[in-house]
Structures are given as structure tokens and as C-alpha cells.
Nanobody
Framework: QVQLVESGGALVQPGGSLRLSCAAS????????MSWYRQAPGKERELVAT???????NYVDSVKGRFTVSRDNAQNTMYLQMNGLTPEDTAVYYC??????????????WGEGTLVIVSS
């Protein structure tokens, strides 16, 4: 089974930037959609950004214009470039991948998360 490992989380000041990486232990080409989720303390997990196998992207309104999601199939890695960070972006960020295995079955794969803290 392909494993997903996030990295790049750190303590950063407001207005700063970070690049998160989601490295897969195998090929990501068969994942139709890969996503970044985040969960802030005391809040539910929310979808932040998605990228499909055809390169289409989507973002939650709160990060549009600041975050950019991309995937590099040759490197088996998905990225999240985060600019103009605010304290509201503080959360554990999770990598997620989904692919259709059979007509009736889909596989959802999760990483363990990487912590981003935005604070002065």
C-alpha cells in the first residue's frame, strides 16, 4: 500500500511563507485526486486544496490567491505553497489521496500530518 508522508511544517511569523510536501512511497499517477486538509485546535478537519490527475485545482475561499497546490508525478510528491500566512492558518495539515480501484470501490489514503504554527 502506498504511504503518504507530509513535511515542511514549521513555526512562521504572520505574512511569511511555507512549502509543504507530501511524499508517496510509490507512484501517485493512479490517484485521480490528491488533496490537502487541515485541522485547527478544537475545530473539524476542512478541505484546503485539491489537484486532479489532469492538473485541475480547487481551493477553499479562505486561501484563494495565497496557496498553490501542485503535483509532480515523476517525484511522486504533492506540494502546497503557502504565502501570506495568518494565525488563522495555524493547523495540522494532512495529505490525502483517492483513486478508483474497481467499479464500486475507491481507496482513500491519509498521511499523519505536519504542524504549521503562524505566530509572532
Amino acid at each position: 500500500q502506498v504511504q503518504l508522508v507530509e513535511s515542511g511544517g514549521a513555526l512562521v511569523q504572520p505574512g511569511g511563507s511555507l512549502r509543504l510536501s507530501c511524499a508517496a512511497s510509490g507512484s501517485i499517477s493512479r490517484f485521480e485526486i490528491m488533496s490537502w486538509y487541515r485541522q485547527a485546535p478544537g475545530k473539524e478537519r476542512e478541505l484546503v486544496a485539491t489537484v486532479t490527475d489532469s492538473g485541475n485545482t480547487n481551493y477553499v475561499d479562505s486561501v484563494k490567491g495565497r496557496f498553490t497546490v501542485s503535483r509532480d508525478n515523476a517525484q511522486n510528491t504533492m506540494y502546497l505553497q503557502m504565502n501570506g500566512l495568518t494565525p488563522e492558518d495555524t493547523a495540522v495539515y494532512y495529505c490525502h489521496a483517492r483513486r478508483q480501484v474497481t467499479v464500486d470501490t475507491a481507496i482513500n489514503q491519509w498521511g499523519e500530518g505536519t504542524l504549521v504554527i503562524v505566530s509572532s
